[in-house]
């Protein structure tokens, strides 16, 4: 399987304004993510879960698909994916602090359960890959309504298309295997982006699987494959926007591997000195998403040292305005946990 | 108004709602050109083609997994899962997901997905085609659990079912399937999912069943009925939400109380009414609350003596009507 790490021209894949808002969304993810951290460290929140090192295919993934539209079934690392598609930092650190009006579960999720009707981001539990078929299904439905007639292939109005993302270790359990196997017996609509990042919490990968990568087996499900440097903006685009389109032809499925790194631990509860050489992860520090992307739009000349550092002030400046709000937003009431168990006609 | 069995009306009732909604598919396996194995889909497959009745992958959590995302995107999933006893592959995806996308989004994406699965034992399917399963599903807020006894209520409760926003779990007696007849209107009823139903009416003893054990109720009401005991049987048709009032209303006539379920008996679904009654009708209780279940083994036996021995009856319901009803 060809491993996709050669970037194409920037500009000949997307308008120089598009890829500085991709470059101001994946700031704003890490200042959030970062000011999240250290709440966390001051004692002043229980739990985060990041984002960090994922920035560069999150974002791709939102922009090759038609944002706001096409269906995603997230899972808890998507917060740059998220935020690409207009979810804001006050809606996640309401979340974060279990405050009322959190838009996702109204406080009633752990952070990070990232759910948007208007954005099309669908609701996800905590349990791995329980979301993949779910997405599928959602695959099956966009199939079913356009051979039913029922909403036109071009409408570009209507979800054409349901994107599920996942971490490699997911990928060992059946729901991953179950949902592939429909978008491959059906042909679906359905693009499933595996962000590997190499560790499932403390496990390596090759206690996962033994093949070498995950999107080594997408010829078993009768799917396209694809593997790509996950920490590069343009390669991942270009990977992810192949697979859109294949999608919107109606030619089926696509697994996309993107080989990325979480130079953090896991989650806020997890110490991962335990499990990996600090070597490793310093190595892969040198290969942040965010510092390439912003050398390269400055190589190719659209941005400068001075914009850069201006995207930087507005994003942190951005996190602190949404911080005093969530921070000052009231709790739900407590009888608020026995409201929406089931749906009225 | 035609006399129809138990598989007939639920056929019919998939029918007229594939008919009515072009949302509604079908999916499972076997439920396409076979027409699934105990032909519940019987003809569908011919009348309305292989996208809307769509057979599956032999894998029962993606079965219920795709129908979550396709009702989550506005269509109307039925899907079938051959043998209740096969529900568990797809335990995550209903107890974790379907149950709970309603309230973890707080109110925003709602599941409008019927699952169909037949139930039960006595038809020789030994442990892993007997089972009944409902005790694990009813314990679970978000969930509805609809059984039905008569053709009339299986026509419907599964239309009711279809339409309902909720993720509905809808099981069928197997036993029934044939064995159990009744006449249904041709014309597009619904019977509302939630209230239970008096199927006849007494004044001794109060037994409270639902699916084949509702119908064995009935039966075993007449033979006492013979010796001057009268029964009451109610129906509970919706075991979640469950029907209080109905309960508590024949227990406050009755004062006594049998209620009877294939299901092994401990932690079965007859203890939530024994506790209703307890805790709610104590001034009321007239005798013991009396459960009449399967023993506490891990499965229905093959083996004909055996799996007699485990089943409920008309004569076993009888005999414990007679003893409550003698206390």
Redesign the interface.
């Known amino acids: 399987m060809e491993f996709v790490t050669a970037s194409p021209g920037t500009t000949t894949v997307l308008a120089a304004d598009t890829l500085v808002e991709m470059y101001q969304v994946m700031v704003l993810s890490r200042r959030l993510d970062e000011r999240v951290w250290v709440l966390h460290r001051q004692g002043r929140i229980a739990f985060h879960i990041s984002a960090i090192g994922h920035e560069a295919c999150q974002v791709a993934a939102a922009y090759a698909i038609n944002r706001g539209v096409d269906?995603v079934?997230p899972y808890y690392r998507d917060l740059t994916l998220s935020l690409a598609l207009g979810f804001t930092p006050l809606d996640f650190l309401l979340g974060v602090f279990g405050k009322a009006g959190e838009p996702?579960?109204?406080a009633?999720?752990m952070p990070s359960?990232f759910?948007?009707?208007a954005l099309g981001l669908?609701?996800g539990?905590s349990?791995v890959a329980?979301q993949?078929?779910?997405?599928?299904?959602?695959?099956?439905?966009?199939q079913?309504?356009q051979?039913?007639g029922?909403q036109r292939p071009d409408d570009n109005s209507q979800?054409r298309l349901?994107l599920t993302c996942l971490g490699e270790g997911s990928t060992s359990q059946?729901?991953w295997y179950?949902?592939m196997?429909?978008a491959g017996?059906h042909r679906l609509p359905f693009i499933c982006l595996v962000q590997n990042n190499h560790y499932a919490i403390s496990v390596p990968y090759d206690h996962q699987s033994a093949t070498p990568n995950v999107a080594d087996r997408a010829p078993m499900f009768g799917v396209h494959g694809a593997i790509v440097d996950g920490n590069d903006v343009l390669a991942s685009y270009q990977v992810l926007r192949e697979a859109v389109e294949r999608a919107y032809r109606g030619e089926g499925a696509t697994l996309v591997e993107a080989k990325t790194y979480r130079p953090v631990p896991h989650s806020s509860d997890d110490d991962d000195r335990s499990y990996r050489p600090r070597e490793e992860v310093e190595a892969w520090k040198k290969k942040d998403p965010i510092l390439r992307f912003g050398q390269r739009l400055m190589d190719e000349g659209i941005l400068t040292e001075a914009m850069i550092a201006d995207i930087d002030a507005n994003a942190r400046q951005q996190v602190e305005t949404a911080l005093r709000e969530a921070e000052n937003a009231p709790y739900p009431a407590p009888e608020a946990a026995l409201?929406?168990?089931?749906?009225?006609? | 108004m035609a006399e129809m069995t138990l598989i007939q009306a639920i056929t019919t009732a998939m029918d007229e709602e594939l008919a009515r909604d072009e949302r509604v598919f079908i999916t499972g396996e076997d439920v396409g050109v076979r027409g699934g194995v105990f032909r519940a889909t019987l003809g569908l497959h011919e009348k309305y083609g292989g996208d809307r009745v769509v057979d599956s992958p032999l894998a029962e959590l993606s079965i219920v997994a795709i129908g979550i995302g396709a009702a989550v995107s506005g269509l109307r999933p039925i899907c079938e899962i051959q043998f209740a006893d096969y529900i568990f592959p797809a335990f995550n995806q209903i107890v974790g997901e379907a149950a709970r996308f309603y309230y973890r989004s707080n109110g925003v994406w709602n599941v409008p997905l019927v699952i169909r699965a037949p139930y039960g034992g006595g038809v020789g399917g030994g442990l892993y085609h007997s089972q009944s399963v409902e005790a694990f599903f009813t314990h679970v807020p978000g969930l509805k659990v609809v059984i039905p006894s008569t053709p009339y209520d299986a026509k419907g409760l599964l239309k009711a079912a279809v339409r309902d926003p909720n993720p509905v779990l809808f099981f069928e007696t197997k036993k029934g399937y044939r064995a159990i007849k009744g006449d249904v209107p041709a014309d597009d009823y619904i019977v509302p999912i939630g209230p239970a139903r008096i199927a006849r009416e007494g004044r001794d003893v109060s037994v409270f069943a639902y699916g084949m054990m509702a119908h064995y109720a009935g039966i075993a009401a007449d033979m006492v009925a013979a010796e001057g005991v009268s029964a009451e049987v109610v129906d509970l048709r919706t075991l979640l939400p469950i029907d209080r009032d109905a309960i508590l209303g024949s227990f406050r006539k009755t004062g006594k109380a049998l209620i009877v379920y294939e299901d092994n008996r401990t932690m079965g679904y007859g203890a939530e009414i024994a506790a209703i009654l307890a805790d709610e009708g104590f001034e009321h209780m007239d005798g013991p609350i009396r459960r009449l279940a399967g023993p506490d083994v891990p499965g229905v036996p093959f083996s004909h003596p055996m799996q007699e021995f485990f089943m409920p009856n008309p004569e076993k319901i009888a005999a414990a009507i007679r003893e409550l009803a003698a206390y």
Do not use: M
């Open positions: 269906y079934y996702t579960s109204g009633r999720q359960h759910s948007s009707r669908v609701s539990s349990s329980t993949v078929p779910q997405a599928a299904g959602a695959a099956f439905a966009i079913y309504r051979k039913r029922l979800p349901a059946g729901e179950e949902g196997n429909w017996v409201g929406a168990v089931y749906a009225q006609e």
